[in-house]
């Protein structure tokens, strides 16, 4: 008998829980230090002099190179050994790159710096999926990899609110720095009070097979035509979303001319609440139309990425700020209704060793084509653009960009029809 069934039921629901609210507000932190270069960015152009394309560098390829490259080989790690402690180690390094970033006197330096960032950032998402995956059976699995990725939403929301405000008041080089020193103490609550789930636990599954390749699980991965129609659909919308979440600040202060601190609260509060009910209610949906048919799990952000294109097409037009401030509630609550069952059916597709690198090559794809190119894009069509509609040019490079979306969402249509026969793992009802 292993030591996990000699925990009561009861103590197993107070740890897995427990857990999961640490990895929460982990993954907040994750992507409080990942975003608030945006809402910066319009400062740190004109002190450092930077162009468009640069910044679209800095807030999406040279982050998510490196953050989607070693997110495979840390994930193996995570595969083979303690996740708990590397999540704890890559938070720490994380954490002390962004504080990093604001003695940066260049472009130079300011590009190592979100490359230390998206190099500890890679150990974070991997091994927490696959811990979650191990504390959550496969029906409820998409609702607590749906309520983990809530630290998206809050993230963003602390992100853009306390980085509109600090850079206001105290410039943006200190908001570096009060958002980046509280993760090292995070760090040693992580390596200190979560506990390690046992290895196919939720599913009371014994972890007898051999350690996979990183090569053999993205073959594994890659025969399922449900992963590659779900893993690009999920890259393209993370094209948009990201391209959104790190042009928005500056598509509002150029073309509407408002301040950081008012146009960061506002951000926050759009990204951060209708942001954490759709990632909610995106899993929620998918576990209860699943239950009855499999390839609800995938139509459900098919039918939600199609229906946003229209008022996010419109958003971008409104000659008021404020209405296409409100307007921007639907892209992001329905934008984000992907995440969780995307990330909760890659793990139900692979074996028990293979989740963690499973989680990384999804992040790889989301990442590089996602988080790489899509605030690039922009950046790029705002400065093609710009001869003709100058600063309004932000307003049309977003548009372009939003047409992404029906592209996205056929692949989750076609991705939805295979699932029920590429699942690794299916219970018997």
Request: proline share 5%; with cysteine.
């Amino acid at each position: 008998m292993t030591q996990d069934r000699l925990v009561p039921d009861g103590a197993q629901t107070s740890f897995r829980t427990y857990a999961l609210g640490v990895l929460v507000v982990v993954y907040t932190f994750n992507f409080i230090d990942r975003q608030i270069l945006s809402i910066l960015m319009e400062a740190i152009k004109l002190d450092l002099g930077l162009s468009d394309t640069q910044l679209g560098l800095l807030s999406g390829f040279a982050f998510a190179l490196f953050y989607a490259t070693l997110g495979i080989p840390i994930a193996r790690w995570g595969d083979r050994h303690n996740r708990r402690n590397l999540i704890a180690l890559a938070l720490a390094v994380w954490s002390a790159m962004t504080a990093i970033s604001g003695l940066a006197l260049n472009f130079w330096h300011l590009l190592l710096a979100r490359i230390g960032v998206g190099v500890g950032e890679a150990g974070c998402s991997p091994p927490a999926h696959s811990m979650i995956s191990d504390y959550y059976p496969p029906e409820r699995r998409a609702s607590a990899l749906g309520i983990y990725s809530l630290g998206i939403p809050l993230g963003i929301l602390f992100g853009f609110t306390a980085g509109g405000w600090i850079n206001e008041f105290f410039g943006w080089r200190t908001a570096f720095f009060v958002v980046g020193i509280p993760g090292l103490l995070l760090a040693l609550v992580v390596r200190f009070t979560v506990r390690e789930p046992r290895r196919g636990l939720s599913e009371g599954r014994e972890d007898t097979g051999p350690m996979p390749s990183a090569m053999e699980t993205f073959a594994f991965l890659w025969r399922k035509r449900t992963f590659r129609h779900m893993a690009f659909g999920g890259a393209l919308t993370a094209f948009v979303g990201y391209g959104l979440a790190g042009w928005a600040p500056v598509f509002f202060i150029r073309v509407h001319g408002m301040p950081t601190g008012e146009l960061g609260t506002w951000l926050g509060l759009i990204f951060g609440i209708p942001g954490a009910i759709g990632i909610a209610w995106g899993g929620f949906l998918a576990d209860r139309l699943g239950a009855r048919d499999k390839r609800w799990y995938l139509w459900i952000a098919a039918i939600a990425l199609a229906g946003i294109v229209p008022p996010t097409l419109a958003m971008y037009f409104l000659p008021n700020p404020y209405w296409a401030l409100t307007l921007m509630i639907v892209p992001v609550l329905f934008g984000n209704f992907y995440q969780a069952t995307t990330f909760s059916q890659t793990q139900g597709l692979v074996e028990l060793r293979m989740r963690a690198v499973a989680a990384a090559v999804l992040l790889f794809i989301l990442n590089i084509i996602g988080l790489g190119l899509g605030p690039f894009a922009v950046g790029f069509f705002t400065d093609l653009l710009s001869g003709r509609f100058g600063d309004e040019s932000v307003r049309y490079a977003l548009a372009i960009c939003t047409l992404v979306e029906l592209w996205a969402a056929y692949h989750y249509w076609v991705a939805g029809k295979h699932l029920a026969g590429d699942l690794a793992y299916q219970p018997s009802s």
